[in-house]
């Protein structure tokens, strides 16, 4: 596991920076998190001790409480990285104040994501037992709501796209005409044109969106997602979805499975699974 420098720099913050969330609870995530991290950067450095019954029943139990609690703390510092993103989006002075905690803030959600995951499979390694995924909630309904998708006709469809499920409880039909096909097989509908800069490969944005399986089943959803637009951070049909949209923009995505995840099972997602997608680009610095 990689070291890296963490500082926990929001002690000073005004109140108004943290709406959602105390800045006892922001500064006593950031202060969790740093801490996790070096108890599971030490755990990981010496795996191969030798270790009692005692100890390894000790261990499943810390670390399983370590990642229950990483998880908290995710949460509440990605709430407070929506507020900060969405204050300096509504009142761009604030760039110069609130705009140098973003990235910090951005990098403790992560690192907070990623120590909940170590600690998981260290209690699992240490005879843990496992844990019971949550339920899958049920889909949204969008003020928009075009019904489900008919059932599949006799038609060949496209090579590019697999035809959609003819009980899907999507908020909006996949074969509704608005989509337009990209040279790489992925389907794009622009719902509302942006009046911002536009988005090109390479870009930093943030956006906010939901990810669909093609029955309507929600896999992901974030209401403030800060990345770089390229495909070392993201699956190629998200990329190749998002470039050439405008920031303020709202895009719904089709991608195939073979510019997804192909045969690969992720979380929530089976493999050779087609993805829909509904994003809203926020900003774009």
Do not use: C, H
Not at 256 to 271: E, L, M
């Amino acid at each position: 596991m990689a070291k890296v420098k963490f500082f926990p720099a929001v002690v000073g913050l005004e109140d108004r920076t943290v709406p959602s969330a105390s800045p006892a609870e922001v500064v006593a995530a950031f202060a969790r998190t740093a801490q996790t991290t070096a108890e599971v950067r030490g755990l990981a450095d010496t795996l191969g001790a030798p270790r009692t019954t005692g100890e390894f029943q000790f261990i499943a139990t810390r670390f399983r409480a370590l990642s229950d609690q990483s998880l908290t703390d995710a949460g509440v510092l990605n709430e407070y990285l929506s507020d900060l993103t969405a204050q300096v989006t509504a009142d761009p002075s604030l760039t110069s104040t609130v705009g140098p905690f973003v990235g910090q803030v951005n990098f403790a959600v992560t690192s907070a994501t990623v120590n909940a995951l170590y600690a998981d499979v260290f209690a699992l390694g240490f005879g843990g037992s496992p844990r019971v995924p949550p339920p899958v909630p049920p889909p949204v309904d969008f003020p928009v709501n075009f019904g489900p998708d008919p059932a599949p006709t006799t038609t060949s469809p496209p090579a590019t796209a697999s035809p959609p499920a003819a009980t899907s409880s999507l908020p909006f039909s996949l074969s509704d005409p608005s989509f337009r096909t990209l040279p790489s097989g992925t389907r794009v509908w622009d719902v509302t044109p942006g009046s911002g800069a536009t988005v090109a490969v390479g870009d930093t944005i943030t956006a906010r969106y939901t990810g669909y399986l093609t029955d309507g089943t929600i896999f992901d959803t974030n209401n403030s997602f800060q990345t770089v637009l390229n495909n070392t951070n993201l699956i190629q049909g998200f990329v190749d979805g998002l470039d050439g949209i405008q920031v303020g923009g709202t895009r719904r995505l089709f991608i195939p499975a073979a510019q997804a995840y192909g045969s690969q099972t992720r979380p929530g997602i089976p493999a050779n699974s087609d993805l829909v997608f509904e994003v809203a680009v926020l900003s774009s610095p």
